[in-house]
C-alpha cells in the first residue's frame, strides 16, 4: 500500500500478476498515464474484514512485514485522519530508488481507506484500499487499491516500470501474507479456547 499500505505500500506497479501465492488470485496492474502510472492492485483474502483493516491501519509496524520499507511513524492522528512519514527503498536488479514521504491515510469504516501525499519525493499520490465481501467466497475479501502514482524523479519507463513492478508486488504480496498470518494466529487462539 499501502501498504499501504499506505503510500509505500502500493507506490506503482506496470502490469504483474502472480499464481500460487499465500492469497488467492493477487494481481498487480498499471499503465502509463503520461509522468504518471495508474495501479490497480487485488488480493482474494480469506480473512474477516476486521484482520485486514487492523493490518492495514498498523502504520507504526509496516517495516516488519512491507519488504524494502525501513520506517512507519504516525505524526499526528486527529478523528479519521492519520498523518504518516515513510521511508524506504523500492528496487529492481541494479535499479533503486528512495522513498522518502508524508502521507495522509483517511480511515472510512468498514472498508474505505484513501491515501494522499502531503510531501517526499513522490510528485502525486492518489489513491484508496477498498476492503469488500468476496463473491465467490462466503468467509472471504477482496483487498483492492487503485490510484494514481508520480514520482518527483523523472525516469524512463524502460527503467521505472521494472523497478515498480517487482516491488510493488513484493509489498502487496507482505501485506497479504501478514493479513493471512494474523487471521491463523486469531484462529488458534481461538481454538485453544474452546
Not at 21 to 28: F, G, K
Not at 71 to 76: A, C, E
Not at 112 to 120: F, N, Q, S, T
Not at 140 to 166: D, K, M, N, Y
Amino acid at each position: 500500500m499501502k501498504l499501504v499500505l499506505t503510500a509505500f505500500c502500493l507506490a506503482l506497479t506496470i502490469g504483474y500478476s502472480t499464481a500460487g501465492t499465500a492469497a488467492n488470485d493477487l494481481s498487480v496492474q498499471a499503465k502509463g498515464l503520461g509522468p504518471a502510472v495508474t495501479v490497480q492492485a487485488r488480493a482474494r483474502i480469506r480473512a474477516p474484514r476486521s484482520v485486514i483493516w487492523e493490518t492495514l491501519t498498523d502504520y507504526e509496524r509496516l517495516p516488519q512485514f512491507v519488504p524494502g520499507m525501513r520506517n512507519s511513524r504516525v505524526i499526528t492522528r486527529r478523528g479519521a485522519s492519520a498523518v504518516v512519514e515513510q521511508k524506504g527503498q523500492a528496487g529492481f536488479l541494479i535499479f533503486s530508488y528512495p522513498i522518502d514521504v508524508v502521507v495522509e491515510s483517511v480511515e472510512l469504516p468498514p472498508g474505505v481507506i484513501e491515501i494522499h501525499v502531503l510531501r517526499g519525493n513522490v510528485k502525486q499520490l492518489d489513491g484508496r484500499y477498498v476492503i469488500e465481501r468476496d463473491p465467490l467466497d462466503s468467509e472471504g475479501h477482496v483487498l483492492r487499491w487503485h490510484g494514481v502514482i508520480e514520482p518527483a524523479l523523472a525516469l524512463p519507463s524502460f527503467i521505472s516500470a521494472p523497478l515498480v513492478r517487482a516491488s510493488i508486488h513484493d509489498q502487496f504480496l507482505g501485506v497479504v501474507r501478514e493479513i493471512e498470518r494474523r487471521n491463523a494466529q486469531r484462529m488458534a487462539a481461538a481454538g485453544h479456547g474452546k
